[in-house]
């Protein structure tokens, strides 16, 4: 799995779900092309995606959510949840719910006030992530297609030159 290469994806996914939450409960829909991509954000209860292979948690009302849509099939997909439930129903129930419907399970973090899951099921990766708000628990999940051709990721360490200099 190609963590490193999917990181920039989560990081403008929760910028886009804090900019999503803090706005108006009113429907929203903004689409744009840019870079042979089509981007989709919208928010408010009616944000689901249509065929969002991740599955959604039976307790949670949809916030928003963001799909990118590329002429050469490259996709992501983003969808943003609010539930009533704690933290921990609400990611056992992914932990399971995700290996029942195939997906391998890659890595699972748990905190005090935080849940993470990495999966990956065919051609696509996926990341869930739940957190523990002051007043309800926020479900991020994440779907994006593996492209073939992209770059692996060196496994060798990080050798500091005058193109890249040490950044401490």
């Known amino acids: 799995m190609r963590s490193s290469a999917f990181l920039p994806v ?16 009113n429907e929203k829909e903004v689409s744009f092309k840019s870079g042979g991509m089509t981007h989709t954000f919208a928010e408010g209860s009616e944000s689901k995606i249509k065929d969002f292979p991740l599955p959604i948690y039976p307790n949670a009302q949809p916030t928003g959510s963001v799909t990118a849509q590329g002429d050469d099939q490259e996709n992501s997909s983003f969808m943003m949840l609010s539930s009533a439930d704690s933290l921990s129903q609400v990611g056992d129930f992914y932990s399971q719910k995700l290996q029942e419907d195939g997906w391998t399970i890659h890595a699972t973090t748990r905190m005090p006030k935080m849940v993470n899951i ?3 099921r065919k051609d696509m990766e996926a990341n869930v992530m739940v957190g523990l708000d002051s007043e309800k628990t926020t479900i991020t999940l994440a779907v994006s297609k593996e492209l073939e051709g992209v770059p692996k990721v060196s496994d060798e360490p990080y050798t500091p030159d005058k193109l890249n200099p040490p950044t401490d």
């Open 118 to 120: 990495s999966a990956t």
């Open 10 to 25: 989560i990081t403008i996914t929760i910028c886009a779900c804090v900019a999503l939450n803090s706005c108006a409960k």
